[in-house]
Nanobody, 121 residues
């Protein structure tokens, strides 16, 4: 059993900042990558940012480059998303995602329950 617990969502005015946190626990001893996706009403879920656990390679959606920063804490099996200069179009449910498993032979994709981010204009 693997659990992803997210925190940090909320309501903020345009131009403001929020920091999302996600911690993985349970039977997950190998993590290859962690990241954040988001889904706005009526839209498909999309990648926001991801980071590998070995060398810290990051990947960002074009819409958030220069505003959002993804980071990780390997000791805590945690991933963070610092969101600055937020825009109303960033409003969505944000989901934590982890690629990992009990060992390297069994790697799966796990999802958090989602946290709402609302940016008012």
């Amino acid at each position: 059993q693997v659990q992803l617990v997210e925190s940090g969502g909320g309501l903020v005015q345009a131009g403001g900042s929020l920091r999302l946190s996600c911690s993985a626990s349970g039977s997950i001893f190998v993590i290859n990558a962690m990241g954040w996706y988001r889904q706005a009403p009526g839209k498909e879920r999309e990648l926001v940012a991801s980071i590998t656990t070995d060398d810290g390679t990051t990947n960002y959606a074009d819409s958030v480059k220069g505003r959002f920063t993804v980071s990780r804490d390997l000791a805590k099996n945690s991933v963070y998303l610092q969101m600055n200069r937020l825009k109303p179009e960033d409003t969505a449910v944000y989901y934590c995602n982890t690629i990992g498993g009990r060992d390297s032979r069994y790697i799966y994709s796990y999802w958090g329950q989602g946290t709402q981010v609302t940016v008012s204009s």
